[in-house]
């Protein structure tokens, strides 16, 4: 079945990386809960990219969207340290921080 967090170890660039966001988060005063919509939607995209590499010739693609779900938010009640790491794996340092920074809009909105 599907692993989202079946990704290689960060980098020590990419953990350098994910050091650095964790503290703009932190500043920023984000709580985990304003990052699950972008961990959510990391793991769907694992979802469908696993799916369209044809690896789950017997495993209905709703199930698999399903437990990418639901792992999802299993790493999402595993604090922020983890949603960002999470993040820099799928997404890039780059993308994660554009993550931050809109969680960060929408926070103090």
Known sequence: MIDIE??????SEETEAAARLIALAE???L??????EAVHD???RYASDESNTGSWDDVDSDAAYDEAGRQAA?????????????LVAQCGADRTEVHIRAAAGQHHA
Do not use: C, V
């Not at 709580?31 to 699950?36: A, Q």
């Not at 299993?74 to 999470?86: A, H, K, V």
């Open 6 to 11: 079946a990704s290689p170890q960060l980098t």
């Open 74 to 86: 299993d790493l999402n009640n595993s604090g922020m340290d983890n949603q960002i790491r999470y």
């Open 27 to 29: 500043a920023l005063g």
């Open 31 to 36: 709580e985990p809960l304003d990052l699950d």
């Open 42 to 44: 990391a793991a769907a």
